[in-house]
């Protein structure tokens, strides 16, 4: 089950201490992009993930776009901060978060994964040793197979608390 389990759940992506995790001798942020940091099928980026990303860019962090969802959605996003970017991805699939890890240069120990789901972001972020952490989704529009999952997930949180 701990591959389940975030390393850290945040309410918030403004609550993620940025400061903390570049303390912690992170360096890079593998960050997920539906229900993260834009709402479901939008090409819009919350202000919140827009201060996100541009603090961290400002301390130093190396950012990754790793999204399940077409590459021209992920592109415009990615396009748009100059981040480098995987999609679509397989996540969960490891391989998806080492060739990300490939693009950031840095070993999974410096780097930290961000989204919304623990079926893909935080179980491939675990999977390759990487810092998890979880944000609530955005929106709660989603596709029915993002809300079986999301089932699942309750399920599983509620064992791991
Ligand atoms: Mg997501």
Redesign the pocket.
Known sequence: MRYFQPAEISGCLASINLKKLWDMGKRGIIL?????ITPWRTEEITAEADTFIRSALNLGFSLCLL?NATRSRAKKIADFYQLPFLAPALKPCPLSFKIALKILQLPSAQVVVV???IF??ILGGNLVKCYTILVP?LLNKEFIGTRFMRFLERKVMRRNL
Do not use: V
Request: aromatic share 0%.
């Open positions: 997920d992009l539906d229900n993260t999204s989204g919304d789901q893909t972001d989704p």
